[in-house]
């Protein structure tokens, strides 16, 4: 690979190459390997980390759950192993990542501000199917998606509480640094509607900001735009396209700037990352948001560090869910074969065949659904992300990580073997969400772990275990609690898609 003297964070070079699965596969072994040393070795012995990461993925799961402590560690381990090997690259020259944003404290950006003139949101709803659900219609929906065991019941009990006090939803005051302002999963919109000051962060694209700017003019709350301090000119007052022409950062190479920019927030705020790129790119950002949110928790800011995590994982899930999944498979008789033809030419797996039990005694299921077709760079991201949640709740931090449903994104749906299975995923008693649907619910459950105080987002609420914290609020789309194993279906939904979208 060419090097690139303005580079910013990136993978190691190790012998003038780089290698996101060596780097991968490292850094999971390092996660592994004080706490587990035999499955370390096991990792780092894998010869194809491409074709062969799945296992590992779970293995890391349930060796976490059984071992004391076993989970933080190594967050803790997998979270060191990265910031070792990573750099970061500013005018040829090359240096760690802490390094890097040590040197580089000088202000990079001014802030423009978009008021808005809409008037604010005072009741939570939902967009679902062409309605706008709320109140009754939005309860009653709730008890639907928990008797379908689309959503564990935590997740419906945070959104009762939003119904039940609309006050929270009054966001005046509040600052959140949305990082992925125009990502189609992100809560931009949501948040401004509810009174919210976003402090966005996005691509100097100015068709994003023009979009992103036109939105945020209609509705209730105020947008803060990053604009460069360069040339010595005040952009500060721009606006419009003006401003979109200008607006933006780029967190690969500026996210030391990112970081003094958020800095100057005064008071508490929210951090929260909804950043999306393919393949090693997902990693280098994610890093890079990592980097700015602990920098500022280092430095005594108040911050609640907020993710999305994705389905598509390994979880410890309860045994409430694991009970309805088992029961779903034995009943599964004639009846299913004439529901879905499909399973007579595929192989179905139970989905718990087996459950663990943590060193304090308390029995989980693994309930694995990793993709294949996502690949180890996604869950290396997705990995770094819930490594941090554990351990800076550990460490008294605020933080929020729920689980998102699958949505039809078009990140996700430009994968043609993905975009099939989506369609065909209903035979199976999955639910697949449509981007609006998920950005209001994902919105709602952010607000709910900054405004409860029960909430498992605050760290002073005692919990069973580390990975209790993805269970609270899961909106899984039936994952969970279905009879298969994901993968076993995941074949044979995008065969039934691919018939259902050509019908």
């Known amino acids: ?17 780089q290698s996101s699965m060596g780097t991968g596969r490292a850094v999971f072994a390092d996660a592994a390997r004080a706490t ?16 062969e990461y799945i296992e590992p993925g779970r293995a890391l799961v349930e060796s976490g759950l059984r071992a004391p402590g076993g989970s933080v560690r190594m967050s803790r381990d997998g979270l060191a192993s990265l ?70 019941p935590s997740f419906a009990h945070a959104l009762e509480l939003l119904i039940a006090h609309p006050e929270w939803l009054d966001l005046t005051g509040e600052h959140i640094a949305v990082l992925g302002a125009g990502a189609e999963m992100g809560p931009t919109s949501c948040l401004l509607d509810w009174g919210a000051t976003v402090w966005a962060v996005d691509l100097p694209r100015p068709e994003l900001w023009r979009r992103v700017i036109a939105d945020a003019e209609h509705r209730a709350g105020r947008l803060h735009v990053p604009v460069p301090n360069a040339g010595g000119l005040d952009r500060s007052q721009l606006s419009g396209s003006a401003l979109a022409a200008v607006a933006g950062a780029d967190l690969l190479t500026q996210a030391p700037e990112v970081r003094t920019w958020l800095a100057g927030i005064q008071g508490p705020f929210t951090l929260g990352n909804y950043v999306y790129a393919d393949g090693p790119l997902h990693v280098r950002v994610s890093l890079a948001i990592d980097a700015i949110g602990t920098d500022l928790v280092d430095r005594g ?35 299913r074969f004439a529901r879905s033809p499909l399973r007579l030419v595929g192989t179905f797996e139970q989905n718990y065949p087996d459950t663990v039990w943590t060193a304090t005694g308390v029995e989980y299921g693994v309930c694995d659904c990793l993709v294949g077709q996502q690949g180890p760079n996604y869950l290396l991201a997705k990995r770094l992300q ?6 800076a709740r550990e ?3 605020r933080v929020s990580l729920n689980v998102a449903p699958s949505t039809r994104t078009h990140s996700v749906v430009k994968n043609k073997a993905l975009a099939a299975a989506y ?35 605050n760290p002073e609420v005692p919990i069973v275990h580390p990975m209790q914290l993805f269970v609270d609020g899961a909106c899984h789309g039936g994952l969970w609690r279905s009879e298969y194993a994901a993968r076993s279906v995941l074949g044979l939904a995008a065969v039934a898609g691919m018939f259902e979208r050509n019908a």
């Open 1 to 17: 690979m060419e090097f690139d003297p303005q580079r910013g964070i990136d993978f190691p070079v190790d012998a003038g190459r």
């Open 36 to 51: 587990d040393p035999a499955l370390g070795a096991r990792i780092e012995a894998v010869g194809n980390w491409r074709k």
């Open 83 to 152: 910031y070792a090997r990573f750099t970061f690259t500013r005018d040829g020259r090359r240096m760690s990542v802490p390094e890097a944003f040590a040197a580089l404290d000088e202000p990079g950006f001014a802030t423009a501000e978009v008021v808005g003139t809409g008037r604010a949101v005072t009741e939570l709803a939902i967009p679902y199917h062409g309605r706008m659900l709320r109140g009754a219609d939005l309860r009653h929906q709730l008890d639907v998606w928990v008797a379908n065991g689309v959503v564990e």
């Open 301 to 335: 800011h108040d911050v609640m560090l907020a993710w999305l995590a994705t389905p598509t994982d390994v979880f410890a899930t309860p045994m409430e869910a694991v009970e309805e999944s088992r029961r779903r498979w034995r009943s599964a008789g004639l009846w």
């Open 386 to 391: 819930r490594w941090r949640a554990m351990a």
């Open 395 to 397: 460490d008294g931090v």
């Open 423 to 457: 369609a065909g995923a209903g035979r199976f008693g999955l639910e697949i969400f449509e981007p609006e649907t998920s950005n209001a619910i994902m919105a709602a459950l952010l607000v709910h772990d900054l405004r409860n105080e029960r909430a498992t987002s």
